[in-house]
């Protein structure tokens, strides 16, 4: 990759990063920063999938951990991994 591609990566991922830090609870965003650990495909998919709901309007508050566990529930199902609550 050049510089070019290189910068315009941070810049989007700055971009997501401000985005989800306003829609997410502090809790919900530490929940993310819990799977991107573990599970960063599954990461991936759920800031995806939450910028989409935002981006089409349909989210009308901001998601709170309850919700943000849900989201992941429903992603993890397909892959048979599972959520636990410690």
Same mark, same amino acid.
């Given at each position: 990759?050049?510089?070019? /591609?290189? $910068?315009?990566?941070?810049?989007?991922?700055?971009?997501?990063? &401000?985005?989800?830090?306003?829609?997410?609870? =502090?809790?919900?965003?530490?929940?993310?920063?819990?799977?991107?650990?573990?599970?960063?495909?599954?990461?991936? /998919?759920? $800031?995806?999938?939450?910028?989409?709901?935002?981006?089409?309007? &349909?989210?009308?508050?901001?998601?709170?951990? =309850?919700?943000?566990?849900?989201?992941?529930?429903?992603?993890?199902?397909?892959?048979?991994?599972?959520?636990?609550?410690?």
């Amino acid at each position: 990759m050049n510089e070019y /591609q290189l $910068e315009e990566m941070r810049r989007i991922e700055e971009m997501k990063k &401000k985005a989800l830090g306003a829609l997410l609870t =502090k809790e919900a965003w530490e929940r993310l920063a819990r799977v991107r650990a573990v599970n960063p495909q599954l990461a991936g /998919q759920a $800031e995806i999938y939450l910028l989409q709901i935002y981006q089409t309007g &349909k989210m009308t508050e901001r998601i709170t951990d =309850k919700k943000m566990r849900d989201v992941l529930g429903v992603l993890s199902e397909d892959k048979g991994t599972s959520i636990r609550r410690i």
